[in-house]
């Protein structure tokens, strides 16, 4: 009903790649024009009649819409059509889950999914009254909505206790980076860009130094969900650290954007920032406007910033069509390979601020 996308076929195009990533898969893709949400169903209830009908015939096991549903809503479909329901923030929050790997990520990835949880326990609570019909039934329904909100504010509480030990960690770990006094690069952009194979490569000539481990690396989305430091060497000899950070992707569930905003704050500690686009995309200009977005409610824009185009063995730098308003300076590559990294290297090189290139003078 309301699209951040100017084309809805867009849109559902993204919407099968995450379900795709959650492991499904898309049988049938059904689009309803309508000026009103309605609130019972979210589409209309005919809509409804008919997915129930496209289910039976065609076995779909799950149905999962491109917007973020109440709880009365997902309860209501799920006693018309019979099926699973899913919205697209549950979807999101599903992948998340499972592609988290260190404690902080996961962490942040179950609060986000008990913050979901918590309001569409009164759907539930709708859902079993009207059930039972009597009132025999609703006593038991509240009962046990209280007894589960009670448990999830108390798991909330027990995980955003357990999380601020973690940043304190963190901000102890980050003192010590800053104190090394050695320029930090962070890679930013939209999701699948490529910024954990440019990283990878980047830090590939350093691995010999033994502190480097590959980062994960797979063609889904979400592969990169918790940020990693690596250690790299520019030609000129100046050492850096380099971070990578959660790809972002639009609409994303704002529990995630505040659960996110911790790793995401080692952006704002960054010297340089290198903005990652996948010049392949046909959104390209939609994924570069939401991460620029974001760096600017993380308030970074001031930093020097190289957006990197990657990808350029699918399409070639003359294809490339992008927006004018960047800001910095632009380069074309492929991290696949290796075009273009050294003229990347030499932008780098001269992007790392003044007072760096002063300390690598001074210690030759
Ligand atoms: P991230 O989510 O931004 O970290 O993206 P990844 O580094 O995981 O890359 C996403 C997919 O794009 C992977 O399948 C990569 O192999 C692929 N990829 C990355 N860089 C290039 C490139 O320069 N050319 C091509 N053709 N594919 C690339």
Avoid: W
Avoid at 60 to 84: C, H, M
Avoid at 190 to 195: L, M, V
Avoid at 256 to 263: Q, R, S, V
């Amino acid at each position: 009903l309301e699209n951040d996308f100017t084309d809805i076929d867009n849109s559902l195009e993204e919407l099968e790649e995450l379900v795709i990533a959650a492991g499904g898969l898309v049988i049938s893709k059904i689009v309803q024009k309508k000026e009103n949400i309605n609130p019972t169903y979210f589409i209309g209830k005919g809509k409804a009649e008919e997915i129930k009908l496209a289910c039976e015939e065609l076995d779909i096991t799950t149905i999962v819409f491109n917007d973020e549903l109440s709880g009365a809503q997902l309860r209501n479909l799920e006693k018309l059509i019979d099926k699973k329901i899913i919205d697209r923030t549950n979807l999101i929050l599903d992948i998340f889950a499972n592609r988290a790997t260190s404690k902080e990520g996961k962490l942040q990835v179950k609060l986000a999914q008990l913050k979901y949880r918590l309001p569409r326990l009164v759907g539930f609570r709708d859902y079993l009254s009207r059930e039972g019909g009597g009132i025999g039934t609703r006593g038991p329904g509240e009962q046990k909505l209280e007894i589960d909100r009670r448990h999830i504010l108390r798991e909330i509480n027990n995980i955003e206790r357990q999380l601020k030990e973690i940043e304190e960690n963190r901000n102890i770990k980050r003192q010590k980076r800053l104190n090394s006094n050695l320029p930090i690069i962070a890679l930013v952009g939209y999701t699948n860009s490529g910024k954990s194979t440019l990283l990878n490569t980047i830090v590939k000539s350093d691995s010999e130094k033994g502190d480097n481990r590959e980062v994960f690396v797979k063609d889904m989305l979400f592969a990169t969900l918790d940020t990693s430091l690596r250690r790299g060497s520019l030609p000129n000899g100046q050492n850096f650290l380099i971070t990578d950070t959660v790809g972002f992707v639009s609409k994303l569930p704002t529990h995630l954007i505040e659960a996110f905003k911790g790793t995401l704050e080692e952006v704002k500690y960054a010297d340089l920032l290198l903005h990652v686009v996948d010049a392949s995309n046909k959104d390209l200009d939609i994924q570069i406007e939401t991460t620029l977005d974001i760096l600017k409610d993380l308030e970074v824009l001031d930093k020097p910033i190289i957006t990197v185009f990657n990808k350029i063995d699918k399409v070639g730098n003359s294809n490339i069509f992008y927006s004018n308003n960047l800001i910095g300076d632009k380069v074309f590559i492929s991290a696949k390979e290796g075009t273009n990294l050294s003229k990347l290297m030499k932008m780098i090189e001269e992007g790392i601020p003044y007072e760096y290139k002063y300390v690598l003078l001074k210690i030759p």
